[in-house]
């Protein structure tokens, strides 16, 4: 059973950066599709990022297109959320997702039904 585990979340000023970090254990993570949702009071989730399991794929929502930067470190069993010039409307729980690609590995996975696995996230407030 694969085991999700988000951190790096925190109170940032408006324009400021955050790296978020996923850490995946229990299986390997080059054939697992890794997104990052975010979920904001009152919202249901919506899918921030995915990088596909070979890490050549990325997509990002457009609201954080230009800002936001995911990344993996397969031999390190995680993924990451480079979040730069942050907005107060990024404030949110922010989660990592692991869907299962297999050899698929230029996959992008973009349906929150798709996914497997999640982490319990972790908060994002940006404030001033």
């Known amino acids: 059973q694969l085991q999700v585990v988000e951190s790096g979340g925190g109170l940032v000023q408006p324009g400021g950066s955050l790296r978020l970090s996923c850490v995946v254990s229990g299986g390997r993570l080059d054939i697992y599709a890794i997104g990052w949702f975010r979920q904001a009071p009152g919202k249901g989730r919506e899918l921030v990022s995915c990088i596909s399991g070979d890490g050549g794929r990325t997509t990002y929502a457009d609201s954080v297109e230009g800002r936001f930067t995911t990344s993996r470190d397969n031999a390190k069993n995680t993924v990451y959320l480079q979040m730069d010039s942050l907005k107060p409307e990024d404030t949110a729980v922010y989660y990592c997702?692991?869907?299962?690609?297999?050899?698929?590995?230029?996959?992008?996975?973009?349906?929150?039904?798709?996914?497997?696995?999640w982490g319990q996230g972790t908060q994002v407030t940006v404030s001033s």
């Open positions: 997702a692991a869907d299962l690609v297999g050899r698929y590995g230029s996959l992008i996975t973009l349906a929150e039904t798709e996914y497997d696995y």
